[in-house]
């Protein structure tokens, strides 16, 4: 994830996105991905006195400097609501939102919402040129086409939690009749946990890891396993480097059967070849590119 709880910095208000909160959403196309890793960026960022950033008002930053703006989808608009049963991640000092909850009045199948709502990132990125919306869109822009590649690897699918596109919704502000735009993308919900959070189950009060409170040594290697196939699947048949393999991004499932599925999550971070082969012209020996047969824009279509 870009940031977490543990950065430094004032905490921000607690998002909404809480059980029980609904949302109408519709399907968006994200803007290709940017960067110094592609060669462009949308626009400059806004320049903003880090000293008073916390004093700014957000909302009003997020109104004057909306998400970037992408060509209708193909095929027209299609809406539904989401409501929130759970949250994952709710970041309070700047970073994506990540909940649980279902689409119209389906109760019986969950999915993962990721948000990127500029309003609760930091004004100021900390090391990067970029503003709140800026880095937000970056997020999103990356998770869209990572997980867009993903899906059409056959190789990864089971790797990485399936994908159904990207969406924006349209939330009231306490300015009259204005209302801001928020990006998010939809992703199958695993029903498992983190790596990190089994192991903190594993350590005692002084924060010494305790072996006989971890898993069976024949599932501990059956994890690492699937870990090191999924790394060499995404980099040689998905074009992808992940860049940030760590034990919160990788989740675990067990099953009834005592197997175990383990799927890595939170792409922001990942570095997609095969929309930057003018940039990087010298790929990563063994890289598939074949252009994947659903591309979008940035395939080159």
Same mark, same amino acid.
């Given at each position: 994830m870009s940031s977490s709880d543990e950065d430094d910095g004032p905490q921000l208000p607690l998002p909404p996105y809480v059980p029980g909160f609904s949302i109408y959403i519709k399907n968006h196309q994200a803007p290709e991905p940017f960067g110094p890793d592609y060669g462009?960026?949308? #626009?400059?960022?806004?320049?903003? !006195?880090r000293d008073r950033q916390w004093e700014m008002d957000r909302e009003e930053f997020a109104l004057n400097h909306p998400?970037?703006?992408?060509?209708?989808?193909?095929?027209?608009?299609?809406?539904?609501?989401f409501t929130i049963t759970d949250t994952k991640t709710l970041h309070r000092r700047g970073g994506p939102q990540v909940v649980v909850? %279902?689409?119209?009045? !389906?109760q019986t199948t969950k999915y993962i919402l990721k948000i990127? !709502?500029?309003? /609760? /990132?930091r004004l100021v990125e900390k090391g990067t040129e970029y503003d709140c919306t800026l880095w937000a869109d970056k997020d999103y822009a990356t998770e869209f086409w990572a997980y867009s590649a993903m899906m059409e690897t056959e190789a990864l699918r089971g790797m990485v939690p399936d994908? %159904?596109?990207?969406?924006?919704?349209? @939330?009231?502000? #306490?300015?009259?009749? #204005?209302q801001r735009s928020v990006r998010s993308i939809l992703l199958e919900y695993i029903p498992g946990e983190n790596m990190m959070t089994k192991i903190? #189950?594993?350590?005692?009060?002084?924060?010494v890891l305790q072996a006989k409170l971890l898993p069976?040594?024949?599932q501990r290697l059956e994890v690492l396993r699937q870990i090191m196939?999924?790394?060499?699947? @995404? /980099?040689? !048949?998905?074009?992808i480097s992940h860049r940030d393999i760590y034990p919160r991004n990788i989740v675990i499932q067990e099953n009834n059967d005592g197997n175990v599925r383990v799927a890595f999550v939170d792409f922001n971070r990942a570095l997609i070849y095969r929309p930057i082969e003018s940039v990087w012209p010298f790929l990563p020996f063994g890289c598939s590119l074949a252009k994947p047969a659903g591309g979008g824009d940035i395939w080159g279509q």
């Open positions: 462009w960026t949308p #626009r400059p960022a806004v320049q903003i !006195d998400p970037i703006e992408t060509k209708p989808p193909e095929g027209g608009s299609i809406g539904t609501s909850g %279902y689409l119209g009045q !389906d990127f !709502d500029s309003v /609760y /990132y994908f %159904y596109g990207g969406f924006t919704t349209s @939330l009231n502000t #306490r300015f009259p009749g #204005r903190s #189950r594993s350590l005692d009060s002084n924060g069976p040594e024949s196939t999924i790394r060499e699947t @995404l /980099y040689f !048949d998905g074009a």
